[in-house]
Each structure stands twice: as C-alpha cells, then as structure tokens.
C-alpha cells in the first residue's frame, strides 16, 4: 500500500476501532549502530541506525505502552489482562551496540527491554555463524563453492553468492557445538575468507551483559551456538536450553526466566517438542520470529513477534495492523 494512502488510514484512526481485546505486541530488534552501511557485509539487513532507532522509541514513549517482558509473562500466567497497546521492546543474539547504543536511549526514555544473548558468542568472542558465513561469501574473491553434497555453486555476482550462503545456511542451521563451528571453518577454508578477528568486538562482554541487568533489563537466553532447535537432535536441543540457562545465571547472579528461538534458516524454528524441553529446563517464556501479537491465553513459551520497518512511520503501521489483528 502506498505511504500516502497509510497515513490517511492512520489519521482516521479506523484501525483502533476494530482492535480485538487487550493484547501486547513484542517488537524483535537485533542491532542497533550509528552507520548500519559498515557492518552490512558480515549482520546483513538486522541493523537499525541509530536515528530511526530512536525516533521509534520515541514513538513508543509518547504514543503506545512500553512494558517489561515479565509484565506480560506474567500476566498471561496469572489471566490478567495485559496493558492496553502495551508494547515489549527485544532485542537477539547479543551485540555490543545493544548496551552502548540501544540502551542508553531506552534507559533516557525510560523503555525496559529484553536482550537474549548467544552465550557460546560471548564467550568465544565471535559473531554467530550466519553473520560469519554471509561474511565469508560476500568477500571471498573465488568463482566457485562445492557444497557437502558435491553439488558446485558459482559466485560470480551477489545473487549467485547469495544463493550459495543460503544453502550453506541450510545445512550449519542443523548443528550445534563443536560440530557447527567445524562447519564454518571449513566453509571459510573453503572460500578462503573470514570475518577479521577485530569485528569479535561487535558481540557483547559479560561486562556489558551485566550493566544491561544492573539498569534494571531482561538479560534471556538465544542458545549457545545458534542453531534452529527444531532440526538438531533432542539431546542437543536440551543442552543449548540448559547450558545457555546456567551460565548466564552463574555470570549474572540472576534467574534467567526468558528464552529467545534463533530462527537461522529452515522452518518451522520450534516445535512442541521443543516447548516441552523449554518448559523442563525451566524457562518461563520463550519466543519465537511468527509474526502476530500476545494476547490473552496464548502460551508463553512460543510468543509471537513482530519485525519493526526501519522507520517510525513504519513501525507505526506495523503496531496499528498488528493490534487490529491483520496480517502485518
Ligand atoms: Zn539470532
């Protein structure tokens, strides 16, 4: 739909007529920098500048409900009912700019938020495997990649090297731990390109972790290695929830309740199967990248998310279809 005729359907404010009982939409951030443009080769489309970033929390601030995750959680848990166009603020995977970009604008407007962290990133000092793979195949200078299966992939163009990062994906998004870094560094061996070990600043420290909980955020769980939940074996999937789970908790010396599902390549990214996992390790809520909002009586361990424009006027339409209960 065209921008003008957007507006015109937000002025008249037809969508908050047919807005269908309380519900809470969960915004999904992943990075936030100052020039989106330096870092495009190795995160890809994930990064909001600065300046939109703020002109959406500011719309947040001033024309909707910034809530905390656990208000919502438990107010699904309890039955109550969640705060009108109440809306939570997330952000995956863990990097450095959520704590010295992000959050200085949300702790000024005072917007609590979520960050789920990638613990096997931090603690390695590395990027997670889509942004490092991506890298790779942007950058190598060969005309060819043959995958596992002994089937070739040209690189001559960005389409073409596109492709072949896609297929790439499809296969590490099934392995986890050792066998995924494996994984990658053969693939960088490969095409003989590698993300430069400086860009391992761009993943957050504990320290920074810490100073996000210390000024009062979530700090939750998105794996230990990244992968999609749904296609690794049962006992991994358990460890990822697990593990992830205790070391953060032993780093932050708080409960983690809240998970987030990597969604890296393939669907579905969860399962009831790995609901039930998520459940047993303890985890209060999880959510996940299907697009919709929170309402009363959804299950709190595979939450709908929605995925903000780059621009305020953007999110605005996002948030409004989004509680009218249209598709976004
Ligand atoms: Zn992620």
Known sequence: MKDLAKRAILASGALRLISPGATAA?????????????????LGGIIHSESEFRAQMELLARDYHPVSLNEVVDGLNSQK???????????????????????PILNQLGIPAAFYVTVDCVEQRKLPWPSRL????????????VDSRGAAWQLDDSDSRERAYLVSCDDCCQLSGKVQEDFVRSVEEQVQAA???????????????RSLAQHGHIVGSHTMTH????????????????????????????TIRHFSYPCPAMTPHWNEKT???????????????????????????SLKRIRPTKTAEGLRWNLECAFAGRAV
């Open 26 to 42: 969960i915004l999904m951030y992943h990075s936030v920098m100052p020039e989106p443009a330096a870092h495009s080769d190795s």
């Open 81 to 103: 009912d969640l705060p009108s166009r109440s809306v939570v603020v997330t952000f995956d995977d863990g990097y450095t700019d959520n704590s010295e970009v992000a959050m």
């Open 134 to 145: 991506r890298f790779a195949f942007r950058k190598t200078k060969l005309r060819a990649w």
């Open 195 to 209: 993300v430069p070990g400086d860009l391992s600043s761009l993943i957050m420290s504990y320290d920074q972790i």
């Open 227 to 254: 992968p999609n939940m749904a296609y690794i074996p049962e006992q991994d999937a358990k460890a990822e929830l697990a593990e992830s789970k205790q070391r953060l908790e032993r780093e932050l010396k708080v």
């Open 275 to 301: 609901v039930a996992q998520s459940r047993s390790v303890g985890y209060d809520s999880a959510v996940t990248t299907n697009g919709g909002v929170t309402r009363c009586g959804d299950n709190p361990l």
